[in-house]
């Protein structure tokens, strides 16, 4: 399959809605620059949460998976002053790169950074009565994303919106026997999330910049 107008369109849409300032712009180079994977969402994915962000009236949001706050910064700029968004990290170097980016956004007092593993971090947010978040963005390791979004869910209230990035891996979710433990992770999250009658979920697929993947979107009961 030719890829390329994929690629192609994305740019096109992004040139026409002008997607990226320089704060955006800012966290990209620092990517490239401090040699962090280059694994962000997209402008035009970026703008897609923060309108459904908008959509969700959101207050308070939770992301896990900050890498340089690029999904961040997009995600923080759909809330309003008195709005909170508290991202995890576990990279260090990540965490400091973002709190940079972060603060040049001039969201520093909005945003909050959590290091440490999401499946420690999860637990003490519950525990601190940090929720009910109004909308959910899970983008860290693969493999834990059922759990994940198990303590999205007790993190939550009826009507907040989770979104899970990178639930089809170019299509490699088909492979039963796919060895990569990515796709295993996803896989085992797409089956239960699927399953689970708390939610109303889908997954739409996501093509352009970024390779072939898919968002998994859910409205908690
Ligand atoms: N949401 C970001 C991209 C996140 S990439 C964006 O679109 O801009 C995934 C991030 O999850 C990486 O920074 C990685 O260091 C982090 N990560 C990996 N394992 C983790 C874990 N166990 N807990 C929290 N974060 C983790
Ligand atoms: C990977 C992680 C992501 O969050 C993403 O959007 C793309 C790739 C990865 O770990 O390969
Ligand atoms: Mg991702």
């Given at each position: 399959?030719?890829?390329?107008?994929?690629?192609?369109?994305?740019?096109?849409?992004?040139?026409?809605?002008?997607?990226e300032d320089s704060s955006l712009a800012a966290t990209e180079q620092s990517?490239?620059?401090?040699?962090?994977?280059?694994?962000?969402?997209?402008?035009?994915?970026?703008?897609?949460?923060?309108?459904?962000?908008?959509?969700?009236?959101?207050?308070?949001?939770?992301?896990?998976?900050?890498?340089?706050g690029y999904?961040?910064i997009w995600?923080?700029r759909?809330?309003?002053?008195?709005?909170?968004?508290?991202?995890?990290?576990?990279?260090?170097?990540?965490?400091?790169?973002?709190?940079k980016n972060i603060d040049h956004a001039g969201l520093?007092?909005?945003?909050?950074?959590?290091?440490?593993?999401?499946?420690?971090?999860?637990?003490?947010?519950?525990?601190?009565?940090?929720?009910?978040?109004?909308?959910?963005?899970?983008?860290?390791?693969?493999?834990?994303?059922?759990?994940?979004?198990?303590?999205?869910?007790?993190?939550?209230?009826?009507?907040?919106?989770?979104?899970?990035?990178?639930?089809?891996?170019?299509?490699?979710?088909?492979?039963?026997?796919?060895?990569?433990?990515?796709?295993?992770?996803?896989?085992?999250?797409?089956?239960?999330?699927?399953?689970?009658?708390?939610?109303?979920?889908?997954?739409?697929?996501?093509?352009?910049?970024?390779?072939?993947?898919?968002?998994?979107?859910?409205?908690?009961?």
């Amino acid at each position: 399959m030719d890829l390329k107008i994929f690629g192609a369109v994305d740019d096109y849409i992004t040139g026409l809605f002008e997607q990226e300032d320089s704060s955006l712009a800012a966290t990209e180079q620092s990517i490239k620059e401090s040699n962090i994977p280059r694994i962000s969402i997209s402008p035009n994915q970026g703008k897609f949460l923060q309108m459904l962000a908008r959509l969700c009236h959101a207050k308070k949001i939770l992301e896990i998976g900050t890498l340089a706050g690029y999904s961040t910064i997009w995600l923080a700029r759909a809330l309003p002053e008195d709005g909170k968004l508290i991202t995890l990290e576990y990279e260090p170097l990540h965490a400091r790169v973002a709190q940079k980016n972060i603060d040049h956004a001039g969201l520093g007092s909005i945003v909050e950074i959590r290091e440490g593993k999401g499946i420690d971090l999860l637990p003490k947010l519950v525990e601190e009565g940090a929720g009910p978040f109004d909308m959910i963005f899970i983008d860290a390791d693969k493999p834990p994303y059922k759990e994940y979004f198990d303590w999205s869910l007790k993190l939550s209230r009826p009507g907040s919106l989770i979104v899970a990035d990178n639930v089809i891996r170019e299509g490699k979710v088909l492979n039963d026997k796919s060895p990569d433990e990515m796709v295993a992770g996803v896989k085992r999250f797409n089956a239960a999330l699927a399953a689970n009658p708390a939610v109303t979920a889908t997954i739409i697929q996501t093509v352009g910049a970024k390779e072939h993947d898919g968002m998994a979107l859910a409205i908690v009961k």
